[in-house]
């Protein structure tokens, strides 16, 4: 089944500064990449995704990237404000394959410093 | 729009006893997938349900099962509680992947505690 490698575990950025989460999957029949947002005691939000046949996505200060060929993709948010401070989950799915549940990182705990 | 509901939010059982948790997704959402979340595995998927039917099933034992209803609510059961079932319990809705709508919106989530 599919595997999903997220990095840092732990992210501590100066208010303003950007912030970069990495994932890598393992199963190259993967087509969709979201990410999600989780504030404590909330379930997950939903902040951008991207399909395999869409290299780079942006959202005014989030953006995503694809890289199929490393099977790797990245969560770029700019310009760092402390409510961006949560935990952060990417995920990876083969939509259409047959096992489209969501296979999730371990996540990302972002630290906003003012 | 209502997004999605969980209920109930909290629920504290025993070992050996059996539990149900309730989804309503967002009004117009066929499809909905529930996972559960613990510190020590992360988020697992554990089965989706489209049109009264479950489509995908993650790997969990066959203490954890789920139904959908005509309306699209949705509940799931686990049996014979253990206490590494503690844990919350997140729903998630979607409106057709089959029409490529792909996004996941996740409720609060119910939050378990097994003694």
């Known amino acids: 089944g599919e595997n999903v490698e997220q990095h840092p575990s732990t992210l501590s950025v100066q208010e303003g500064d950007s912030a970069v989460i990495k994932c890598t999957y393992s199963d190259s029949a993967s087509n969709y990449f979201p990410w999600y947002k989780q504030e404590l005691g909330k379930g997950p939000q939903l902040i951008i995704d991207?399909?395999?046949?869409?290299g780079e996505k942006k959202d005014q200060r989030i953006a995503v990237t694809l890289n199929k060929t490393a099977k790797h993709f990245s969560l770029h948010i700019t310009e760092t404000q402390p409510e961006d401070s949560a935990v952060y989950f990417c995920a990876a799915s083969n939509i259409g394959g047959g096992a489209d549940g969501l296979t999730f990182g371990k996540g990302t705990h972002l630290i906003i410093q003012p | 729009k209502a997004g999605v509901t969980q209920t109930p939010r909290y629920l504290i059982k025993t070992r050996g006893q059996q539990v149900t948790l309730s989804c309503s997704p967002i009004s117009g959402h066929r499809s909905v997938s529930w996972y559960q979340q613990t510190p020590g595995q992360g988020l697992q998927f554990l089965f989706e349900y489209f049109s009264e039917t479950q489509r995908n099933k993650g790997n969990f034992p066959g203490r954890f099962s789920g139904r959908q209803f005509s309306n699209s609510r949705s509940e799931m059961n686990v049996s014979t509680l253990e206490l590494g079932d503690s844990a919350l319990y997140l729903c998630?809705?979607?409106?057709?992947?089959?029409?490529?709508?792909?996004?996941?919106?996740f409720g609060p989530g119910t939050r378990l505690t097994v003694t």
């Open positions: 991207i399909r395999s046949n869409v």
């Open positions: 998630a809705s979607s409106r057709n992947r089959d029409r490529g709508f792909y996004e996941q919106y």
